[in-house]
Antibody
Framework: QLQLQESGPGLVKPSDTLSLTCTVSGGSISSSDYYWGWIRQPPGKGLEWIGSIFYSGSTYYNPSLKSRVTISVDTSKNQFSLKLSSVTAADTAVYYC???????????WGQGTLVTVSS | EIVLTQSPGTLSLSPGERATLSCRASQSVSSSYLAWYQQKPGQAPRLLIYGASSRATGIPDRFSGSGSGTDFTLTISRLEPEDFAVYYCQQYGSSPFTFGLGTKVDIK
């Protein structure tokens, strides 16, 4: 059974860079059938797709965040990572990592991790 | 970007009743690339429907999806106690992927 687990600091200071890692277990991240993505959800609000990466390193991002986002993959560790720079309070959210097929439906999700931006 | 508008915002129903949730897109969703997710408090979303009408693995047949173009519907034929949750639609026909703001189905 495929499992995804987010990890990283729960508190980030304004203007700093948010860094999260997603560890994939029960399957290989190096599949040509899937992409790996990040989605976030501010408290009490809806879902926002941040971006996705293929095992080869090919990425695509939400234009609304593209200038601040970097997603990378480490196939040797079966992990992919998110960096979001210059964070503000508006970036406070639960961050989810998820697998999606080439089409774009997210069928496996991590449990999510709350990241609070505050001094 | 395609904006998805879900209605109603909240649906108050009793177990056993039928739930009809709407998702309207600001422009046509190509190839009916529209999905529905269920989210319960403190949990990640769960994929219910993809391709507008195909149930994901393990999803009970009381959940059904329909629609095309800009108008889509999720129907729960008879609400079970575990179905009270928030439901989101998502389009994946064009980048960026976008989600609606959700419909909360709560107990009347």
């Amino acid at each position: 059974q495929l499992q995804l687990q987010e990890s990283g600091p729960g508190l980030v200071k304004p203007s700093d860079t948010l860094s999260l890692t997603c560890t994939v277990s029960g399957g290989s991240i190096s599949s040509s059938d899937y992409y790996w993505g990040w989605i976030r959800q501010p408290p009490g609000k809806g879902l926002e797709w941040i971006g996705s990466i293929f095992y080869s390193g090919s990425t695509y991002y939400n234009p609304s965040l593209k200038s601040r986002v970097t997603i990378s993959v480490d196939t040797s560790k079966n992990q992919f990572s998110l960096k979001l720079s210059s964070v503000t309070a508006a970036d406070t959210a639960v961050y989810y990592c998820a697998k999606h097929n080439v089409g774009g439906t997210f069928d496996y999700w991590g449990q999510g991790t709350l990241v609070t931006v505050s001094s | 970007e395609i904006v998805l508008t879900q209605s109603p915002g909240t649906l108050s129903l009793s177990p056993g009743e039928r739930a009809t949730l709407s998702c309207r897109a600001s422009q046509s969703v190509s190839s009916s690339y529209l999905a529905w997710y269920q989210q319960k408090p403190g949990q990640a979303p769960r994929l219910l429907i993809y391709g507008a009408s195909s149930r994901a693995t393990g999803i009970p047949d009381r959940f059904s999806g329909s629609g095309s173009g800009t108008d889509f519907t999720l129907t729960i034929s008879r609400l079970e106690p575990e179905d009270f949750a928030v439901y989101y639609c998502q389009q994946y026909g064009s980048s960026p992927f976008t989600f609606g703001l959700g419909t909360k189905v709560d107990i009347k």
